[in-house]
C-alpha cells in the first residue's frame, strides 16, 4: 500500500485532518525519531481537536448569535454597572444549564444584556450544549406562522429540545391573548427540561400585566422563577451604550 493510497483513503473516511497530518509526517524526517505509538497519538490528537473544533463551530453558527464574537473575558465591570463578577463567573461554568435552571438579565436599552448573553450562549457552546439565541417577537411570529402550516407541534418540540435557549426583548411589547398562550407552551415544554435566558429592560414585577391574561402569567412566571438567577445590569439608556464600549455593529436594535 502507497502512502498516496493510505491519505485518499483516510480523505475518503473523512479524516481529513489526520490525512493532511500523516503528509506532514512523510515530509518532516524529525518525526522519525518517534516511536510508531507516538505518531499514531499524534494523528488521532490531530483528527480529535479538529473534530471538536468543528463541533464547536457548528454549534455557534446554528445559534444564530446577535453577538456571535461575545466573550466572558472581555465583560465590562465598571463600577457603575455594578456587575457581580464571583455570579458571572460561576454562572459561566454552565453548571445552570446542567441543572436545569434559569437566568433572568435586567437592565436599561445598552447595559448589555444580550452582550452578557450571548457571551453565556458561547460558553455552554463550548462545553458542547445546544443554544438558540432568538428575540421574543420573533419567536412569536415563528410560532403564529407554523399554527398557519400545520407545523405547530413540530417547532415547538423543537424548542423544548434546546439545551440553553435566550430569549431576548423579553416582555418589550404586551403579548395579545394567542402569544401569552403560545409562550406558556414554550415555557412548560422546557420547564425543569432546559434552561433558558430571559433578556428584558423591565424587572419581573411587571413582567404579569405585560402578559395579560392573569391565570397564564401566572403559569408562565411560575415556570420561570423557580430555580432562576437573577442579574442586573446597572447604567445604559443616559450612559455611553455598551455597544459603543465593545465596538459592537448590532443587527438589532438593543444589545
Sequence with gaps: MTNESTINKLIEMRLTAMA?????????????????????????????????????????RKADFEQGHACIADLNYSANRK??????KQLATCEYVQN???????????????YLACAF?????????????????????ELAVARGEGLYTKVIKQYQKVNLLILDEWMLIPLKETEARDLLEIIHSRHKRASTIFCSQFSPAGWHGR????TIADAILDRIFHDSYTIEIHGGDNEKSMREVYGIKSKGDEI
Excluded at 524529525?30 to 483528527?47: A, K, P, Q, T
Excluded at 456587575?83 to 458571572?88: G, R
Aim: aromatic share 8%.
Design 83 to 88: 456587575l457581580n463578577k464571583k455570579i458571572v
Design 20 to 60: 493532511d497530518a500523516y503528509r506532514f509526517q512523510l515530509q518532516d524526517h524529525s518525526l522519525s525519531n518517534l516511536s510508531f505509538e507516538e505518531r499514531v497519538g499524534l494523528l488521532v490528537d490531530i483528527e480529535y481537536n479538529n473534530r471538536k473544533n468543528n463541533r464547536l463551530k457548528r454549534l455557534i
Design 211 to 214: 402578559i395579560g391574561e392573569a
Design 121 to 141: 450562549g458561547i460558553e455552554a457552546c463550548k462545553q458542547y450544549y445546544t443554544v438558540k439565541y432568538i428575540r421574543l417577537p420573533e419567536l412569536l411570529t
Design 100 to 114: 436545569k435552571h434559569n437566568i433572568i438579565i435586567m437592565g436599561a436599552s445598552g447595559s448589555g444584556k444580550t
